[in-house]
């Protein structure tokens, strides 16, 4: 039902299209409603958290076998109210299985451990957890998992950007560092037409400036090609310049893999002089 408490609603759906998974809070409810008819009726939402952790989930993946992943930070909030954070914040993922009676059977939390406090938001009007460290979940045709996510040790430090990986959603590789330069903000990643094809963006300020990248796997994620600066227009808004943009708006932003291969890319880029205003939104295409 309708609520002003809930926050980002990420969608996965299955192939078919018959199975419709949505993730969303209610306050420290963490939630979860499925349709198995196309969207025509849901399964009443289920809770799937027993703690007094506020839940944001940011994007999610269906597998072959009918698991379902979703990607979540959980978020320490003093006041009672989203965006008040000012503590660590558990990077983890979570996954249903299939059910007929249930929006998310067996639901198993895999924590990547606590996130430092991010660091702080200079933007008026932002909120403590804008630079909270997030992650993003991508399958391929083979069932083989990548998980992308930023950390920070050290409070109110910049956020490295890694990768793990997994067959079975159970055992994980060990970290891979993507990226280490500046703060790494909501990294988004994607599967492509190929088994082991993978395709990461995610923002970061190493230049000075902020600036949305790109770096593509072939090996299911264990190794990552150079890194595209896809923001690298200089000009064009009056927030630009030859070391990037003055402030993300990191909640538009998204990555898809079309069935030829070619990766779509949108962003939000703004001048940094409030949090609700001004800026555009940019798109690029390429693979």
């Known amino acids: 039902s309708p609520s002003s408490w809930c926050s980002s609603l990420p969608t996965v759906i ?16 963490n939630m ?31 597998a072959p076998n009918g698991d379902v992943y979703f990607a979540l930070d959980g978020e320490s909030s003093l006041s009672g109210h989203g ?19 249930l929006s998310c059977a067996n639901p198993t939390l895999t924590s990547f451990g606590d996130a430092a406090q991010p660091p702080p938001c200079p933007v008026p009007g932002c909120y403590p957890d804008y630079f909270a460290a997030t992650g993003s979940i991508a399958i391929d045709a083979s069932g083989h998992l990548v998980f992308a996510y930023t950390f920070a040790g050290k409070e109110n430090g910049p956020k490295s950007l890694y990768v793990r990986t997994s067959d079975d959603g159970v055992d994980w590789t060990a970290n891979v560092v993507v990226n280490a330069s500046g703060d790494s903000n909501v990294p988004q990643i994607d599967s492509g037409p190929s088994p082991g094809d993978f ?11 902020f600036n949305t990248w790109y770096a593509r796997s072939t090996d299911g994620g264990s190794t990552w090609g150079s890194e595209v600066r896809l923001s690298n227009l200089g000009s064009g808004a009056p927030y630009k310049s030859p070391d990037g943009y003055t402030f993300t708006n990191g909640d538009y932003f998204g990555i898809a893999i079309g069935s030829t291969g070619i990766a779509h890319v949108i962003w ?20």
Not at 268 to 287: F, I, R
Request: with cysteine; glycine share 12%; hydrophobic share 30%.
């Open 14 to 29: 299955s192939p078919s299209g018959r199975d419709v998974y949505v993730a969303f809070n209610h306050k420290f409810d």
């Open 83 to 101: 965006h008040d954070l000012d503590g660590p914040v558990q990077v983890a993922l979570l996954r249903c299985t299939p059910s007929t009676t």
């Open 199 to 209: 395709r990461l963006a995610w923002q970061d300020d190493g230049t000075g400036a």
């Open 32 to 62: 979860v409603v499925a349709s198995h008819d196309f969207g025509r009726s849901f399964l009443p939402p289920q809770k799937v958290n027993e703690d007094h952790l506020w839940w944001y989930a940011n994007g999610g993946a269906y």
């Open 268 to 287: 939000g880029e703004a001048d940094g002089s409030s949090l609700y205003c001004c800026g555009d939104v940019w798109y690029t295409k390429g693979s």
